[in-house]
C-alpha cells in the first residue's frame, strides 16, 4: 500500500468499539451517545477487514477504541488474529487500553503473541486519576493491570495526556515513576477532537514548553528509536527509560506518516485530522470474496491526504467533529 507522496502504509488501528468504562475529560463528554449495536462490524467482519489489510502487506496492527478490552469476547478476535503473526505475514499486533481490565487479560494476550501494550495513565493520584476519568477510573485498579502486565512478560508505554493546571505538575513524577517500572512514557497534547464539555484552550499545554522545562531536571539525549510514528523520543539518562512526545498542535509529524485507522463500523480514516473516510462496510457485506474490499482498500490509500491542519478554536469548536474513541487514539 503505497499512497500518492510515496508513504508506505503498513500500521493499522482499529477502534473496535466506541465505548468505554471511562469518561476522560479530554476524550468524552460526560453523556455520550455510543453507537447502535447494529452499525457496528461483528468481530468476524473485523478479522476479515483486519485481514484483508494483512493480505496488502500490513504489517502492524494496533487494537484501540474506545476501550478495546471492555468489547464482548475481544479474546475471540484478538486470538484470530494472531494466525497472522504466526504466519509471519504480520510483524506486531498490539493494543491501547485504559488499563482497567487489564489484570484480567494480560496472560491471554501474552498467550496470542501481544508483545508491548499501551496504557493511558495520566496521573499517579487517585483523586486526579478518578476527576481525569469523571469518577470512573480507579488508579488502584490500572496500577493491578500494569503489575499483571509486567508479570505476563509484555513491555509496557505509558500514554499521558499533559495538561495544563491538572497533571504539570506530575510531569516529573510520572517520569521518575515510570523509570522504576522499566516502563518508557509518551506525552500527549490535547487534540480538538469532539465535543467534550470543556474548554480546549484551557487543558492545552505545549509540550515543547514541557521538553525545555525538563531539560534542567533531566538529562535528556534525543533517542535514536525511530518508530516512523508522530512521537519523538528522548532517552533520559538518570531513569533508563524512553520519553515520547507527541505534539500534533506544536509540532507537525504527517511527512512520514505509515498509517491509516478503521472504525468499528468500517468506516476507513486515512488521516487522523480530515474528514475524508472510505466506507469498507459496504464491500465487506457485498459477499463472500474479499475483491471488492480489496479494491476499496487500495482506492482509499490512493487518496490518503498529506496532513492535517489541527488549531485550537478559541470559540472552543472541536477541529474535528468526530470523537477520538470513534477513529482510535
Ligand atoms: N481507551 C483506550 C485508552 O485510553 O488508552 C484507547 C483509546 S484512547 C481514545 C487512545 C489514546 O487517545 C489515549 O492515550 C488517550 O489519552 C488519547 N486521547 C483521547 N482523546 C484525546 C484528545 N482529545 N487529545 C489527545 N489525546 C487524546
Ligand atoms: Fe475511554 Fe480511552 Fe477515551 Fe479515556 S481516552 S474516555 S479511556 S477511550
Known amino acids: 500500500m503505497i499512497d500518492p507522496f510515496g508513504r508506505t502504509i503498513t500500521y493499522l488501528r482499529v477502534s473496535v468499539t466506541d465505548r468505554c468504562d471511562f469518561r ?16 457496528v ?3 468476524e467482519e473485523l478479522d476479515r477487514l483486519c485481514s484483508a489489510f494483512v493480505k496488502r ?14 468489547r464482548r469476547n475481544i479474546m475471540t478476535l484478538i486470538r484470530s488474529l494472531s494466525r497472522h503473526l504466526d504466519s509471519g505475514e504480520l510483524r506486531e499486533l498490539t493494543l ?32 486526579k486519576f478518578s476527576a481525569i476519568t469523571r469518577g470512573r477510573g480507579r488508579l488502584d485498579k490500572v496500577l493491578a493491570g500494569l503489575d499483571a502486565a509486567r508479570a505476563a512478560g509484555l513491555k509496557v508505554k505509558i500514554n499521558a495526556v499533559a495538561m495544563k493546571d491538572f497533571n504539570d505538575d506530575e510531569i516529573d513524577d510520572l517520569i521518575a515513576w515510570c523509570g522504576g517500572q522499566g516502563f518508557d512514557i509518551t506525552f500527549i497534547e490535547t487534540m480538538p477532537m469532539g465535543d467534550i464539555d470543556g474548554y480546549r484552550t484551557d487543558q492545552y499545554l505545549p509540550l515543547t514548553q514541557v521538553r ?11 533517542s535514536t528509536l525511530d518508530t516512523g510514528g508522530p512521537s519523538k523520543y528522548v532517552d533520559v539518562a538518570e531513569t533508563g527509560q524512553r520519553v515520547g512526545f507527541i ?4 509540532n507537525h509529524f504527517c511527512d512520514t506518516c505509515n498509517r491509516v485507522r478503521l472504525t468499528c463500523t468500517g468506516t476507513l ?5 480530515q474528514e475524508d473516510a472510505a466506507d469498507l462496510r459496504g464491500p465487506l457485506r457485498q459477499g463472500e470474496s474479499d475483491e471488492p474490499l480489496l479494491a476499496a482498500i487500495d482506492a482509499a490509500i490512493a487518496r490518503k491526504p498529506r496532513g492535517h491542519d489541527f488549531v485550537i478554536d478559541h470559540n ?11 477513529t482510535g487514539g
Request: proline residues 6%; positive net charge.
Open 24 to 39: 476522560c475529560v479530554y476524550c468524552m463528554a460526560e453523556d455520550m451517545t455510543f453507537l447502535p449495536k447494529q452499525d
Open 41 to 43: 462490524l461483528s468481530l
Open 57 to 70: 502487506g500490513l504489517k502492524k496492527l494496533r487494537l484501540t477504541g474506545g476501550e478495546p478490552l471492555v
Open 96 to 127: 491501547t487500553t485504559n488499563g482497567s481490565q487489564l489484570a484480567r487479560y494480560a496472560q491471554d494476550l501474552a498467550a496470542c503473541g501481544v508483545r508491548r501494550i499501551n496504557v493511558s495513565m495520566d496521573s499517579l493520584d487517585p483523586a
Open 212 to 222: 525545555e522545562r525538563l531539560e534542567k531536571t533531566w538529562t535528556l539525549t534525543p
Open 247 to 250: 505534539t500534533p498542535m506544536s
Open 269 to 273: 480514516f486515512m488521516c487522523l485530522g
Open 316 to 326: 472552543n469548536r472541536p477541529a474535528v467533529a468526530r470523537h477520538m474513541s470513534v
